[in-house]
């Protein structure tokens, strides 16, 4: 069984940083990208961050230059540092490895449980 989870969300005014961590425990055999997402009220799910083992994070185009996301595969961990926050960056944050379970098994996509990002005007 796969575990990702998360912390670091809260409530920020708007200008102002968050760093959320997330990190993947359990039965892994090799972890291919880590990123988060996060999902507004009403909106769908989006993209903000992931970066493929070895590579380098891509980024949205509405957080490029003020996230930066970092990992640590050694801990099977992932970082986001939220910057020049927004209202419109208010949403629950998702971690999301796609990883293997065993040499043979197929690369599937796990998800944390959220952290909610309030970002006051």
């Known amino acids: 069984q796969v575990q990702l989870v998360e912390s670091g969300g809260g409530l920020v005014q708007a200008g102002g940083s968050l760093r959320l961590s997330c990190a993947a425990s359990?039965?892994?055999?090799?972890?291919?990208?880590m990123g988060w997402y996060r999902q507004a009220p009403g909106k769908q799910r989006e993209l903000v961050a992931a970066?493929?083992?070895?590579?380098?994070?891509n980024y949205a185009d509405s957080v490029q230059g003020r996230f930066t996301m970092s990992r640590d595969s050694a801990k099977n961990a992932v970082y986001l540092q939220m910057n020049s926050l927004k209202p419109e960056d208010t949403a629950v944050y998702y971690c999301?490895?796609?990883?293997?379970?065993?040499?043979?098994?197929?690369?599937?996509?796990?998800w944390g449980q959220g952290t909610q990002v309030t970002v006051s005007s």
């Open positions: 999301n490895a796609v990883l293997k379970t065993s040499r043979w098994g197929s690369s599937l996509p796990y």
């Open positions: 359990g039965s892994i055999f090799s972890i291919n990208t």
């Open positions: 970066q493929p083992s070895g590579g380098s994070p």
